[in-house]
T-cell receptor, first 115, second 114 residues
Framework: AQKVTQAQTEISVVEKEDVTLDCVYETRDTTYYLFWYKQPPSGELVFLIRRNSFDEQNEISGRYSWNFQKSTSSFNFTITASQVVDSAVYFCALEGNFGNEKLTFGTGTRLTIIP | EAQVTQNPRYLITVTGKKLTVTCSQNMNHEYMSWYRQDPGLGLRQIYYSMNVEVTDKGDVPEGYKVSRKEKRNFPLILESPSPNQTSLYFC?????????????FGQGTRLTVV
């Protein structure tokens, strides 16, 4: 069975601070895919990143960066110089290989950026 | 524009009154699914479909039905809604090629059953 754990239920930081959202996963698949989604107050789900299990390179996109560590089954997300527009609920998700395409979501982390 | 369209966006209904939430995608995706989102529980899969006429239960299927008569449509049916089905619902579609593309989500349907 697959499982995604986001232990941080809520985080508040002051604007311009850096913040890291943690994600730990469990799977028996040798090939799998990890995702981060953002859910702003308007409610839609916004895709942020997809990472394949065989690609452990970290990725940076502007103020966003992701640290994938297979050894610790973690896929953490860091926002640098946070802004008020970053306030949202963030979900980490895991998808198995062909035949197991269900997305297993974590419970989400509500991030509040204080102006 | 590639999209998944859900309707309605908001719905308030009474216990026991049958309702259908529609979902349509224009990307010719084989895989479609429904999720419900509840506070503290994240998103959980209700039902999924790997292709036309092929559907199966997800993690929380009780009280729901689905059908997949056409590739583009995947309606969610609540035959006798109850208050515990008050939730935010998302339809999603993706090609059956894991890792090739992320799932595309609809805008969500906020359902309240009173």
């Amino acid at each position: 069975a697959q499982k995604v754990t986001q232990a941080q239920t809520e985080i508040s930081v002051v604007e311009k601070e850096d913040v890291t959202l943690d994600c730990v996963y469990e799977t028996r698949d040798t090939t799998y895919y990890l995702f981060w989604y953002k859910q702003p107050p308007s409610g839609e789900l916004v895709f942020l990143i997809r990472r394949n299990s065989f690609d452990e390179q970290n990725e940076i996109s502007g103020r966003y960066s992701w640290n994938f560590q297979k050894s610790t089954s973690s896929f953490n997300f860091t926002i640098t110089a946070s802004q008020v527009v970053d306030s949202a609920v963030y979900f980490c998700a895991l998808e198995g290989n062909f035949g197991n395409e269900k997305l297993t979501f974590g419970t989400g982390t509500r991030l509040t950026i204080i102006p | 524009e590639a999209q998944v369209t859900q309707n309605p966006r908001y719905l308030i209904t009474v216990t026991g009154k049958k309702l259908t939430v529609t979902c349509s995608q224009n990307m010719n995706h084989e895989y479609m699914s429904w999720y419900r989102q509840d506070p503290g529980l994240g998103l959980r899969q209700i039902y999924y479909s790997m292709n036309v006429e092929v559907t199966d239960k997800g993690d929380v299927p009780e009280g729901y039905k689905v059908s997949r008569k056409e590739k583009r449509n995947f309606p969610l049916i609540l035959e006798s809604p109850s208050p515990n089905q008050t939730s935010l619902y998302f339809c999603a579609s993706s090609p059956r090629q894991p890792g090739i593309s992320e799932a595309f989500f609809g805008q969500g349907t906020r359902l309240t059953v009173v």
